[in-house]
């Protein structure tokens, strides 16, 4: 049974930090590509950053160079650093994991930026 916890999320103002994480459980994180997705009210849920299982990483346009995206083997954890924030990175924010073309997803953790 595979089992994506996010933890992190939180309140900051704009240009702070924060750290998102993702506990797997049932799925090895560096064997498959896991990502983070977020969704803000009354938007689409978008893509926001992946890690392969080589490591590659990748990022939507709007977060890049601000936010970054790792992962300890040791733990199993994904996580997703976010720097100058800014309150349009306002969202609750889900973890994303693929394996045989079958997709799990978390239950999101709220982040939210204030001007």
């Known amino acids: 049974q595979v089992q994506l916890v996010e933890s992190g999320g939180g309140w900051v103002q704009a240009g702070g930090s924060l750290r998102l994480s993702c506990a797997a459980s049932g799925i090895i994180v560096s064997f498959n590509p896991v990502r983070w997705y977020r969704q803000a009210p009354g938007k689409q849920r978008e893509f926001v950053a992946s890690?392969?299982?080589?490591?590659?990483?990748d990022y939507a346009d709007s977060v890049k160079g601000r936010f970054t995206i790792s992962r300890e083997n040791a733990k199993n954890t994904v996580y997703l650093q976010m720097n100058s924030l800014k309150p349009e990175d306002t969202a609750v924010y889900y973890c994303n994991a693929l394996r045989a073309l079958q997709a799990y997803w978390g239950q999101g953790t709220q982040v939210t930026v204030s001007s």
């Open positions: 890690i392969s299982s080589g490591g590659s990483t």
